[in-house]
């Protein structure tokens, strides 16, 4: 039975970081329709950056939250900005050159981080790292717990963003129908750079709650990209909740199929996962709601 | 892009006096890898560029060959040869494995689909040790130690394939790709059976790439599930050659191949070793920085903005 | 003016060919990109050590030594081509070098088709040298004999029942894996589970909490640096007390794993190819020499690299000529001592041309790796059993 809690506490946990990186990339897919395939690499930025904030400014992840997060966003509005929104001008015979750029934008990510960082493995280690609370015989991982917590209050923020908010409102009217809302008079270009700002910005925060429990290196992005876009698929395009509850599934069934099924079949359970929804239940769990 | 009987003839005859002129196996060796991204790449533009069906999984294609060929050679004890005459067959059936899951689904999703499908086939191989060796990977011993061999029959396959995809889009089949790619839907309404069409440009698709993939393990005498079911090194690399190229174009892909390996690995090299050791640190750098500038500003690819780039050249004189 | 300027340029012109002819060509392929850099940079490093030292000592005979390193981006593909591309381009008369087993291997069948002598430094994959290729030799021990210090360790001192074996899916944990579990076979000990993974993981609990409910009396892992740390780490949050967490090299003997495991690192045991207090001539003085030079700890992988580089430059002193046969008998006539242990390659089991090295145990006591076995070698005195919970300040 311990063995079972145990499983499921973990899957829970790192299941509200996964969250916080479907977050971002389900609102970028919903309001723009392109796969951001640079997401895992933006949110190595953000390690990076929260690293060096520790290094030489001494300031704890959870603080540097505070000022990595506006830093991502920034970027996020920039790629948007000067990278991907002239794409929409060109004409071209397939319409995924946007998501081919977010390629190419991923390795110049990873390689300039290369080159200024090098590849070796770097780590933040906090007093807190490593502390742990026990539950009825149940590891809780201090940090991974205040991570799972942040995530919450990150993710309430962000609904109340999206539904109180004239700003989040035209975000999700956008989603829904773009034509209909540049009709509205939403400007759509500033707001897909908006968006892919704030989803650079969650999957930032992802990162700095991420660094204190993992390692840091130029190509950590590219497996959490995939995870990204497992999750967002799994909740259903453009939903927050179904974000929400792909990446807890997301994280709960990794940690299950590694328990019993294997640990390096971990990655597979994900994607097999992902594939069924696609065929089965091609709304994401979202259709199961009516959020 | 029509080009005459003369250009097609000295092109030809370029390539075929090619391995005499140059006696280097270095060079040789990037020729051969350029030309079998010719077939790559040129099958993958048939599927997404004239078809529509933005495949980012085409490393399930190569890699089955390569393994069908490394499983007749490995297991089986037969010859890996067999496995250009297998290789092809085995990527078609996995092509309509993948075709019947994935092709109801619609842009977006049918890419993202791809990539996972990639991404289970690489898993599979890693852990079904019984039959790939799993990591280990499988390892042979070239038949030929001279590359001339090799590069003949890669050139055959890269003339053989752009021949093929030629032909099919002068068909009519050719006009139903086209049609299917630009409206589904008013394609099917018009009476024409997309779902058939679909599944055939991803056989012949299919079937180029996974001779590619037996003709890669003929050659390198190695693959791993790393390597060959790479989503970045074979599944992307794909693409990016189709575009850099030119997609949708024949002449495209062919020389999108070239650019690509060319670019690839004079950085790697750090320009054959003229330029200083750091410059070798960079050739992934320079391949992103490639991949943007290309999509920003040569979406058409070479032979696609050809006229665009011939513009530029002539204004700056 | 113009008369200095072509003075120069003649002479230049009529030395180049001459000097050219003085210089040896070797060729060492190593993950310089990528994520093995890191070890590949190490390697690096040591070779360019070891090629200063030589050079300023007379060089081969009078001619200069010269290496020719290139990146195999930690890719099989690249390794290939670039071997290819050393031997037919550059005309190197032997190869070395060989980090990953993988990259390894695969530039080995290029060396062995092309007829070139290849030193393998660090690619440890039994099988590498089981395949009856003449022009293949290894320095370092396989993957399977990386045990062989503990194994009288555990004899002795452990004398554990049960065991649980958890590597990364690599050739390189594979082939560990199979090994420790043959060692288990002889020295009766049962092994409950035996559990692969792919590095780079996040979350190892699930794995460890099945490890817990198992309650094995060792648990051997075969991990790369980090994920050590983690499973370590992680280890200690579940409070996981097996009665001795061993290493199997690799991971667990670099000082990353230390920093990063923190109190998690203390009291672990490992298997080790090389540590510097051995009284093996020059290896605490090769470890001085690095850190001043470079500002960095060095490793077995430095050692093992610099020694490498030393056996090049002996092989092709006692070469009759520069021609690839006359150089594998050089390789094959081999005996010398190194700062990585006795060089001399022989044939037994299956394998070829391999030289037969023992390995060591050593343990993190207090944020040092000690030299624990053999007793006789040891620097310190191995801590068993432990107080895991004691350890880590729980």
Known sequence: ??????????????????????????????????????????????????????????????????????????????????????????????????????????????????????????????????????????????????????????????????????????????????????????????????????GAGLVAAAGCLLIPIFYLFPDIGRPFTTKAFVITILGGMGSTVGAIFGGLTLGIAESLGATYIGMSYKEMVGLIIFLLVLIFLPGGLKRLTKV | MKRNRLTIAILAAVFLLFPVAVTSDYYRHLAILALMWVVIGGSWNLLAGYTGQISFGHAIFFGTGAYAAGILADKLGLSAWWGLVLGGPAAVVMGLILGFICFRLRGPYFALATIAAGEICRLIAVNWESMTNGMVGILLIQSFRSKVPYYYLALALAGGSMLVFSLVMKSKWGFYFVSIREDQDAAESLGINASLYKNLSLAISAFFTGTAGAFYLNYMAFIDPEVVFSLPYISIMAILVAIIGGVATIWGPAVGAFIM????????????????????????????????????????????????????????? | MIMIFTGLALTAFLMGPALAQETLKVGIVLPLTGDQAKFGEIEKKSFDLALEEINAAGGINGKKLEFLIEDDTGRPEVGRSVAEKLITKDQVVMLGGGYASSTTYAVAGVAQQNRVPFLINTGSADNITEKKWDYIFRLNPP?????????????????????????????????????????????????????????????????????????????????YVMDASLLMRQSRELKLTPKLFVGGAAGFTLPEFNQNSGKAAEKVVSATLWHQVLSLPGAMDYFEKFKKKYNKDTEYHGAEAYAAAYVIADVLKRAKSVKPEDVKQSLKETDLMTVFGPVKFTSYGKKTNQNKLTTYVVQWQDGKLQLVWPANLAKAKYVYPVDWLKVWGL
């Open chain 1, 1 to 198: 039975m311990t063995v079972f809690l145990q499983t499921l506490v973990s899957g829970l946990l790192i299941g509200g970081i996964y969250a916080l990186i479907g977050l971002g990339m389900t609102l970028i897919m919903g309001v723009m329709g392109i796969i951001n395939l640079a997401h895992g690499q933006l949110m190595m930025v953000a390690m990076y950056l929260t690293y060096a904030a520790y290094t030489y400014l001494h300031l704890d992840p959870y603080l540097a939250l505070f000022v990595v997060m506006p830093c991502l966003f920034f970027l996020g509005c920039a790629v948007q900005k000067f990278l991907l929104n002239p794409l929409m001008d060109v004409e071209t015979i397939i319409p995924q050159n946007q998501v081919l750029m977010t390629v190419g934008i991923a390795i110049v990510l990873t390689e300039v981080a290369r080159f200024i960082f090098s590849s070796t493995y770097l780590s933040v280690r906090t007093s807190y790292s490593t502390k742990v609370f026990f539950l009825g015989g149940v590891s809780f991982n201090w940090p991974m717990t205040v991570a799972f917590l942040l995530a919450v209050a990150l993710t309430v923020t962000l609904f109340w963003f999206l539904l109180k908010t004239d700003l989040g409102r035209s975000i999700r009217a956008t989603a829904q129908d773009k034509e209909a809302a540049i009709l509205m008079g939403v400007n759509s270009r500033r707001i897909t750079i908006i968006t892919y700002g704030l």
């Open chain 2, 261 to 317: 390996v060319g670019v690839q690995e004079t950085f790697r090299s750090a320009i054959f070793g003229l330029a200083p050791k750091w410059v070798s640190q960079s050739h992934a750098l320079v391949f992103g920085l490639m991949v943007i500038f290309v999509i920003l500003y040569l979406a058409n690819g070479v032979v696609g903005d050809w006229p665009k780039i011939k513009r530029l050249v002539v204004r700056s004189r």
């Open chain 3, 143 to 223: 993957v399977s004999e990386y045990a062989s210090g503990l194994e009288t360790f555990l004899a002795e001192v452990v004398k554990p029942q049960t065991a649980v074996i958890l590597h990364e899916n690599t050739m390189f944990g594979t082939k560990g894996a199979e090994a420790f579990k043959k060692t288990c076979g002889k020295l009766g000990v049962k092994v409950l589970m035996t559990e692969g993974y792919e590095a780079g993981g996040i979350d190892f609990k699930p794995v460890l909490i099945k490890v817990k409910e198992a309650n094995p009396d060792i648990v051997y892992m075969i991990s």
